[in-house]
Every structure is written in structure tokens, then in C-alpha cells.
């Protein structure tokens, strides 16, 4: 049997996902490698147009309907699968898949958000417990109903949002394996679906761009500059959309900005040095949003590496600034971030944030280092396991559907 991937993907197929998503190296190692994209069967993420340009570099198949992709799988049941979506909403492209009794893998490696994985991480009583702590989080409600939504995932959802016949399916054939990030991203997997599936371990996605980071020679002669992180708080940014939440009007989105600015400028004549802006790579930029500084898309990891120290609210970004040990100024906003998610990454932390709704006078005592411990803990929960090897991720992945292709042969 050739090694050929029917690789499903959610979203777009962008230009910048053919290298993210590993596709030169199937390509390198002699897979033959078909993307499909269901975004047009989504009634929710068909109304958002592409960020990036879209890739070119391979053809990609953009089903538009159900029945036009369940009829692709049947005539396609001999290859492997490498599913990249979610559950419950597109369960129905499992159950076919089940039902041709495919070959398949799934990937979990979206990056865990450190608000969400506190409330998953524990048991169910501490769980609701702490979801329902009003005094210290002060949640909204839609942070409440998000947090709740993923504790039924995990436990029940697969019982009321899907047939009992699914599964029972789902278990009785599982995948060959789960690839995930770390241990954290098995949250995500319903209880009952976990029972019978290996999983491998491997890291996150932001950890091969942290390899490829240190393998570059070091420039020479590189001009100090504080560096700010963009989590497209000032954007019309397609995950809050996706996400269901509600986005801020564009005067509460100013008012926080300007703010922002204020905090920049004290901060640039205090250290005699600019401030770059790594700019969100699914939020759309009209231009400008932070005044004439300088502005980078896709290479965070780089100026991270090579940063004075850090300035963002909660991004998952947060990986470079941990695994190359920078100092953090961590702002918050209660106008346009949910006290809830300020409280969850603060107390995990262990930093107080810089709240730029009531600014002070001296920034600077809030930039601190996060500490040996927690920066330990922080790896080995979203970064990086015990046993994971310095090898990329989708090497990795393409090593183990070899082998497992040969096994079948």
C-alpha cells in the first residue's frame, strides 16, 4: 500500500499552513498528500474570508456539501486519514470514516488557552468549584457558559449531542493514534473516547518554531527594542467569531488603545529604545493601528529570541517568552478581557498584571521574570513533555503513519 494522507482541515488552507502543518515533510519522505477543507460546510466559518493568501502551492478540495464529501471518503476509504477538527459539530465526517472503516488519526494541537486548561485540569467537583468562585473572578457570562461547555465535553457531550450508536462506533474504533501537543490537549477529548486510543505526546507547534529559531546564526550589531505582542484585541480578529463570543465596539477598542500608546511612549523614553509590534497572524490590520512603530507578521519567535522584554495580554505566544526566559509586562483591560481570564493566567502566573484601565505612574515595577518553578510547569503543561524529542512535530507524525502503513501492508 502507498503512503497516502487524506489530511481534513477546518479552516482555510492558507499559504502559511503548507510549511505549519508539515506538508513539505510528507512531501520530502514520499507521501502523497490530498487537503480537504470543510469550511464551507460550516454555516459559521464560511461567512469569514481568508486571512493570508491562500495556498497555491497545492491543489486543495473545498467540498460543498455533506453529501459531495461523504461521497470523496467512500471513493477514498484505502488511503489514511489525518483529521484536524473539532467534535460534535463535524462528528458526522467521523461516523462516515467509521463507517468505511478507514485508517485514521487525529490531531490535537490547537494551543491550550491557560484560562480554559486551569478549569480542565482538575477533578469534576473542583472544577465547578472553581468556575463558581464569584468573589475572585468575577465572571461574565459568556466566560461562564464557555468554561461550562468544555467541563460537558469532556464528561457528557458525546451522550447529548450525538446518537448513542456513534458511539459506541467511535469506540470500537478509535483512532490509531491521537498526535497531540502535550498531555493538556487531551482535555479536549470526550472521557469516553479516551478509553480505548493511544496518544502520542509530541509538543507544540511553537516549539518547532522555537528550534528553527535557535538554529539561525546569531545576528550582529542588532539595536536594543522592547518588543509588544498583538493578540488582536484592536482587530476585527475571525476567532471570536468562530468562538461565539461577542466583539467590542470599535470606541471601547480606541479607548484601550490609546492607553496602550500612552504606556508605550512612557515606556520608549524611560529605556531609550523602540517598541516593535508582532502583529496577530489570523487578525485583520488595516494599517498603522500603533502609530509609525515598526510592525512584523509570522516571525514572533525572533523577536521574542532577541527581545529587552515583553509587553501583551494573554497570548499563547506566551510559549517564546517562557521558553526563552524574558521579562513580561503583562497589561489587562477589564473593558475588553474578562476578569475571569485575568484572574485564571495571573494566579497561574504568579504576576500581577499592569491594568492600563487604572494606570500608575511607574510601569517598570511590573516587569518581572516569571519564576524558575512555574516557568518549569508552564513547559511541561503547554510546551513540551518529559519525553518529547527536538524533532518536529509533523516529522514525527510522518515517521509513525509509515510505519503503521507498513504494518497494514
Request: with cysteine; hydrophobic share 35%.
Amino acid at each position: 500500500m502507498r503512503n497516502q494522507i487524506i489530511f481534513i482541515y477546518q479552516n482555510y488552507f492558507e499559504e502559511r499552513d503548507f510549511q505549519r502543518f508539515g506538508m513539505e515533510i510528507f512531501k520530502r519522505k514520499k507521501i502523497d498528500v490530498q487537503i480537504w477543507s470543510t469550511i464551507y460546510l460550516s454555516a459559521t466559518r464560511k461567512k469569514i474570508a481568508p486571512v493570508q493568501e491562500l495556498c497555491k502551492r497545492t491543489e486543495v478540495f473545498y467540498p460543498k456539501s455533506k453529501s459531495e464529501l461523504e461521497n470523496k471518503i467512500g471513493k477514498n476509504a484505502n488511503k489514511q486519514f489525518l483529521l484536524l477538527i473539532p467534535y460534535s459539530k463535524d462528528n458526522w465526517i467521523r461516523k462516515k470514516i467509521i463507517k468505511e472503516k478507514c485508517v485514521y488519526y487525529e490531531l490535537h494541537i490547537n494551543p491550550p488557552l491557560l484560562y480554559s486548561e486551569r478549569v480542565l485540569s482538575k477533578n469534576l467537583i473542583e472544577k465547578v468549584r472553581y468556575v463558581c468562585n464569584f468573589e475572585k473572578t468575577n465572571l461574565t457570562k459568556f466566560s461562564v457558559m464557555h468554561v461550562f461547555k468544555e467541563i460537558l465535553l469532556q464528561y457528557i457531550y458525546m451522550l447529548i449531542d450525538t446518537d448513542g450508536k456513534f458511539l459506541a462506533q467511535s469506540m470500537l474504533h478509535p483512532p490509531k493514534y491521537y498526535f497531540c501537543s502535550t498531555r493538556t490537549n487531551k482535555n479536549h477529548i470526550p472521557i469516553l473516547l479516551q478509553q480505548n486510543s493511544r496518544f502520542r505526546y509530541i509538543h507544540s507547534l511553537n516549539y518547532d518554531e522555537y528550534l528553527k529559531a535557535n538554529s539561525q546564526p546569531p545576528e550582529k550589531n542588532r539595536k536594543k527594542y522592547i518588543l509588544y505582542i498583538d493578540a488582536g484585541d484592536f482587530t476585527i480578529h475571525p476567532d471570536i467569531v468562530l468562538l461565539g463570543g461577542q466583539d467590542h465596539t470599535q470606541k471601547t477598542k480606541q479607548s484601550v488603545k490609546e492607553k496602550l500608546l500612552i504606556l508605550f511612549e512612557q515606556l520608549e523614553n524611560q529605556f531609550n529604545c523602540e517598541i516593535i509590534i508582532s502583529g496577530h497572524p489570523r487578525a485583520n490590520y488595516e494599517g498603522n493601528e500603533f502609530g509609525n512603530r515598526k510592525f512584523s507578521l509570522f516571525h514572533t519567535v525572533e523577536l521574542v529570541k532577541h527581545a529587552e522584554f515583553v509587553i501583551m495580554s494573554y497570548s499563547t505566544a506566551l510559549d517564546y517568552v517562557v521558553l526563552y526566559n524574558k521579562r513580561l509586562l503583562f497589561w489587562w483591560s477589564d473593558l475588553i478581557n474578562t476578569k475571569y481570564e485575568r484572574y485564571a493566567c495571573t494566579d497561574y502566573l504568579g504576576i500581577e498584571p499592569y491594568m492600563i484601565d487604572k494606570p500608575t505612574l511607574n510601569p517598570t515595577k511590573y516587569i518581572r521574570k516569571i519564576s524558575k518553578d512555574i516557568r518549569k510547569k508552564y513547559i511541561m503543561d503547554y510546551i513540551k513533555g518529559r519525553d518529547s524529542q527536538d524533532i518536529d512535530f509533523f516529522e514525527q507524525v510522518a515517521d509513525i503513519m509509515i510505519k503503521e502503513n507498513r504494518g497494514c501492508q
